[in-house]
């Protein structure tokens, strides 16, 4: 009985490393691929996204809506602190509500020193029932440090559920790291 428990973690052990080191091997290059091929902040998914003028604004009933501060971390030291490695980051919004659309009407990318970058967008857009729209900041930019943050506004024109909001961080170091950091609201805008 001994020796199955023991043959048991010994199997265990091995996939617990070996798995990971598959993925890498097997779908490392690809990752790095498509995260070389994208370059500087972009917007995806056109198709579901509109944009609408900014004083458009002024003429929607807000029934809903949020200020969200969505952690980032562009860059991050070893543990040893001599090695700091730089990832690329997507900024993902996802409407969930199934039946209305939700107008992001502002994006800002800070900083660890609270200074803002640029805006990611120009107009207001709107983003369909259950759509995505992702925006990447190249790893290449080293601008963000450890304690970059979006700054992420949306508006309803009714009751919607409330979007998901989250930072992807990816580097491919020797090793492949990722983080994925939620945002968190700051304030309710209330009608």
């Known amino acids: 009985m001994q020796k199955l428990f023991l043959y048991i973690q ?3 052990a091995f996939l617990l490393v070996a798995i990971p080191l598959i993925f890498i091997f097997r779908f490392g290059n690809q990752i790095s691929n498509i995260s070389s ?26 029934m ?9 971390y562009a ?8 090695k700091e490695f730089n990832f690329s980051v997507t900024l993902s919004i996802r409407n969930t509500d199934p039946g209305h659309s939700i107008i992001i009407s502002s994006i800002d990318f800070y900083n660890s020193e ?14 369909k029932p259950m ?23 949306w508006v309803a024109d009714t009751l919607v559920n409330e979007p998901v909001i989250e930072a992807i961080m990816l580097g491919a170091a020797p090793h492949g790291y990722s983080i994925v950091s939620p945002g968190r609201v700051v304030k309710n805008i209330l009608p």
């Open 131 to 153: 759509a995505t729209n992702d925006f990447y900041l190249s790893k290449s930019e080293s601008f963000g440090g450890s304690g970059a943050n979006f700054y992420v506004e």
């Open 75 to 82: 860059s991050l030291k070893s543990y040893e602190g001599e």
């Open 10 to 12: 010994i199997i265990g």
């Open 37 to 62: 091929s994208i370059k500087g902040i972009q917007s995806s998914h056109e198709q579901v996204i509109e944009t609408i003028k900014s004083d458009a604004l002024n003429d929607i009933q807000i």
């Open 64 to 72: 809903a809506g949020q200020e969200i501060y969505v952690p980032a």
């Open 114 to 127: 609270g200074a803002k970058f640029q805006p990611f967008i120009q107009e207001p857009l709107i983003i």
